[in-house]
C-alpha cells in the first residue's frame, strides 16, 4: 500500500465523551480522501467502566449519530482504522460490519495472544480474519493518510499523520501522547503504559515527525484544554 503524496480532503473530529472535572475527552476522527471515508478509532461501548477510582464518562452523541449530521451512514464507511483496542477506541466497532479493518500486526498479535487489557472486548475486535488488513510499522493507506507506529502505551499502536490541502501535516498522536504536557521526551509515564522504553521512543519519533512534517497541528489524544480549541464536527479541517 504505497500512495504518492496526494492530500486527503476532509478531517472531522468527533468527541463521543468526556470524563470529569476537566472533561477529558474520549474521541473519534473520519477522514475523506478520494471518494472514501475512512474512521479513525470508534469510540466508547455502552458498557465502557473506567479503572476503579475513576470518574465514569459523560456519553455525548455517538460516532454514528454524528456521522449521521453530515449525511453518514454506518455502510458508507470504507474502512476502520483500529489505532489499538482499549476499549474507548473500539466501542462502536460492531456498527460498522461492512468496513474494512486495519490494524497494526503487533496490536492484533498481542490481542489473541491473550493480552489481559483487550480480553473484555474481545467481542468486538474478534472479526473474521478476512475483514482485517494488517500493517506492520509506518505505513501508507490512503492518498494523504500514513499510519505511523507508535507503541509503548500498548505494543503495536499506531498515530495517523495526515496531509490535508489547506492544513498541510496534521499529526493525530492518539495515546501515544495523550496530552501537549506528555509532548516531550521528560515525560511522566502513567501505569495505563505497557512499556516505558517504547513510550519514550515513540514520544521522541512523533515531536522529530512534527518537525519534520512542519505540522500545523498536533492533535492530542485526551486534551480537555487542546480540545474546547478544536473545530468538532460538523466544522472540520481541509
Known amino acids: 500500500m504505497n500512495y504518492d503524496k496526494s492530500v486527503a480532503e476532509r478531517l472531522y473530529l ?3 465523551a468526556s470524563v470529569p472535572p476537566r472533561g477529558m475527552p474520549f474521541v473519534c476522527y473520519l477522514v475523506q480522501t478520494e471518494g472514501k471515508n475512512i474512521l479513525i478509532d470508534t469510540g466508547l461501548p455502552t458498557t465502557f467502566q473506567m479503572p476503579p477510582g475513576r470518574e465514569a464518562p459523560m456519553l455525548g452523541k455517538s460516532v454514528v449519530e454524528q456521522l449521521a449530521e453530515i449525511g453518514l451512514q454506518p455502510q458508507e464507511i470504507d474502512t476502520v482504522v483500529i489505532t489499538h483496542f482499549d476499549g474507548d477506541h473500539i466501542g462502536q466497532l460492531d456498527k460498522f460490519p461492512d468496513a474494512k479493518l486495519v490494524v497494526q500486526q503487533a496490536q492484533y498479535d498481542a490481542a489473541v495472544d491473550g493480552h489481559q487489557r483487550f480480553a473484555q472486548y474481545r467481542w468486538l475486535w474478534d472479526q473474521p480474519i478476512a475483514r482485517y488488513t494488517f500493517v506492520d510499522g509506518d505505513t501508507d493507506v490512503a492518498p494523504g493518510i500514513q499510519l505511523v507506529e507508535s507503541s509503548g502505551h500498548v505494543s503495536g499502536h499506531q ?3 495526515l496531509h490535508l490541502p489547506k492544513s498541510g501535516a496534521v499529526l493525530l498522536t492518539i495515546d501515544a501522547v495523550p496530552n501537549a504536557a506528555a509532548f516531550t521526551t521528560e515525560r511522566d509515564i502513567t501505569a495505563a ?9 515513540s514520544t521522541k519519533k512523533l515531536i522529530d515527525l512534527a518537525h519534520n512534517e512542519k505540522a500545523s497541528l498536533v492533535i492530542f489524544g485526551h486534551d480537555p484544554d487542546q480540545w474546547q480549541t478544536l473545530k468538532k464536527l460538523p466544522e472540520y479541517y481541509e
Open 193 to 201: 503504559n505497557d512499556n516505558t522504553d517504547e513510550v519514550l521512543a
Open 159 to 161: 498515530s495517523v499523520l
Open 14 to 16: 468527533m468527541q463521543v
